[in-house]
C-alpha cells in the first residue's frame, strides 16, 4: 500500500495511473502494485492542500504541469503529465517527484540572508553601490539615492559610466574595471 512514510523515505518516486489516479505501477519502491489490495490513489496520498486534483485533472487534458509539492516535512520537485496509448488517446498520468527538501532549506536559507543583506544596506547612512563584471548597476540603496540623485529605479540595470562616472572618467574606469576582473 502506498503510504506518506514510504514516499516520504525516497529520493525519488516515479509512477503511472489510470484515468481514475489508481496506481498502475510500483511509485519507485512503494511497494504499491495494480494487483495490491488497499493501494489507493496517488493523489489520495500526496495531496495535502488540494492542488494537486486540479493538476491530475490537467494531466488528464493533455496538459505536463509542474511544480513543487510539500508532503509532511518534504518538498517534492513534481511533474505530471498525460499518458497515452499508441493512438494518441490519454489513458492516465505519469509523474516523477524529486525531494529537493534540502535545496529548498538552502534557497530558504539564502533568501532570508539576501533580505537581511538588503536591509542593512538599505538602511545604511552611506551609498552602497554595486555593479556586475560589465559595470552595470545591481544595488542601489537610499544612501546612493541621497546623494546621486538617481532613484534605485533609474540606476539599477544602468553602467556606472552612463550614471556616475563621468565622462573625461570613461575610458580609465573602464581599463580599471578590466584589470579588477
Known amino acids: 500500500e502506498v503510504s506518506r512514510e514510504a514516499i516520504s523515505r525516497l529520493p525519488l518516486v516515479a509512477w503511472e495511473t489510470d484515468l481514475d ?27 495535502s492542500d488540494g492542488r494537486l486534483r486540479e493538476v491530475v485533472k490537467g494531466a488528464l487534458d493533455g496538459t505536463t504541469i509542474a511544480f ?17 496509448d499508441d493512438d494518441g488517446r490519454v489513458i492516465g498520468t505519469s509523474g516523477i517527484a524529486i525531494d529537493v527538501t534540502a535545496e529548498r532549506a538552502a534557497i530558504d536559507a539564502a533568501d532570508a540572508r539576501d533580505q537581511q543583506i538588503r536591509l542593512l544596506v538599505d538602511t545604511a547612512l552611506d551609498a552602497v553601490i554595486t555593479c556586475d563584471p560589465e559595470s552595470r ?6 544612501g546612493a539615492e541621497r546623494l546621486f540623485g538617481w532613484s534605485r529605479a ?22 580599471g574595471m578590466a584589470r579588477f576582473i
Do not use: C, M
Open 137 to 142: 548597476i545591481v544595488v542601489w540603496n537610499t
Open 21 to 47: 489516479g489508481g496506481l498502475l505501477e510500483s511509485a519507485s519502491g512503494g511497494g504499491a502494485h495494480s494487483g495490491d489490495s488497499g493501494a489507493g490513489s496517488l493523489v489520495d496520498v500526496l495531496d
Open 68 to 84: 513543487e509539492q510539500r508532503v509532511d516535512a518534504n518538498v517534492y520537485r513534481v511533474s505530471i503529465g498525460p499518458r497515452r
Open 154 to 175: 533609474e540606476a539599477v540595470g544602468k553602467r556606472l559610466t552612463e550614471t556616475i562616472i563621468p565622462a573625461e572618467f570613461s575610458e580609465a574606469h573602464e581599463r
